[in-house]
């Protein structure tokens, strides 16, 4: 099984900041890479795809890179509504999650 | 647009089967793209996918290990739906249930039931 970790496990930072989260994939996962944000009460929703592609209808302030094992989900500014959990998700080789981050407001 | 709805009961019995349904609007489960999935979320395994259906000229159904003796996933063409069933369930199977569509990248996504498993 692949194994994602992500790092770090809290990101606290103010509105207007860049985030800048971490995926580390066990093996290479090649760019079948995704990322997701979670609200608190609420089902995740995908930021990204393919390691860089954005999900329809997300804001261009997300972006992904990455290929291989390592992999960064950027957002350039802060919103309000941005301070939630991520997880990203490996399709490679059967469907694994990471642990998440969760950005929190500093 | 393309929207799951989730139906089941929230309490199920130690050693008793888990049931979850999910209806589809907006696509077709017999869609040769897409494929649907069940994945749970729990404060001690996080996010774990545990299995999928989809359809390429005929049915296929794939397995997470960790629960491969114990579940079964079915497509339902009649009413567009599929379906969880988990059997022998102990209290680590106790999360929140999604149904999910993919194939690869998940980006339609039930409501979510918590099912507990308690007598």
């Known amino acids: 099984e692949i194994v994602l970790t992500q790092s770090p496990g809290t990101l606290s930072l103010s509105p207007g900041e860049r985030a800048t989260l971490s995926c580390r994939a066990s093996?290479?996962?090649?760019?079948?890479l995704a990322w997701y944000q979670q609200r608190p009460g609420q089902a995740p929703r995908l930021l990204i795809y393919?390691?860089?592609s954005g999900a329809t209808g997300i804001p261009d302030r997300f972006s992904g890179s990455g290929s291989g094992t390592d992999f960064t989900l950027t957002i350039s500014r802060l919103e309000p509504e941005d301070f939630a959990v991520y997880y990203c998700?490996?399709?490679?080789?059967?469907?694994?999650f990471g642990g998440g981050t969760k950005v929190e407001i500093k | 647009q393309v929207q799951l709805q989730q139906s089941g009961p929230g309490l199920v019995k130690p050693s008793q089967t888990l049931s979850l349904t999910c209806a589809i609007s907006g696509d077709s489960i017999s869609s040769n793209s897409a494929a649907w999935n069940w994945i749970r979320e729990s404060p001690s395994r996080g996010l774990e996918w545990l299995g999928r259906?989809?359809?390429?000229?005929?049915?296929?159904?794939d397995y997470a290990v960790s629960v491969k003796s114990r579940i079964t996933i079915n497509p339902d063409t009649s009413k567009n739906q599929f379906s969880l069933l988990l059997n022998s369930v102990t209290p680590e199977d106790t999360a929140i249930y999604y149904c999910?569509?993919?194939?690869?990248?998940?980006?339609?996504w039930g409501q979510g039931t918590m099912v507990t498993v308690s007598s």
């Open positions: 093996q290479s996962v090649s760019s079948y």
């Open positions: 998700q490996q399709y490679s080789n059967s469907l694994t």
């Open positions: 259906t989809y359809y390429r000229s005929k049915w296929y159904n």
């Open positions: 393919g390691a860089s």
């Open positions: 999910v569509r993919g194939p690869a990248a998940f980006d339609i």
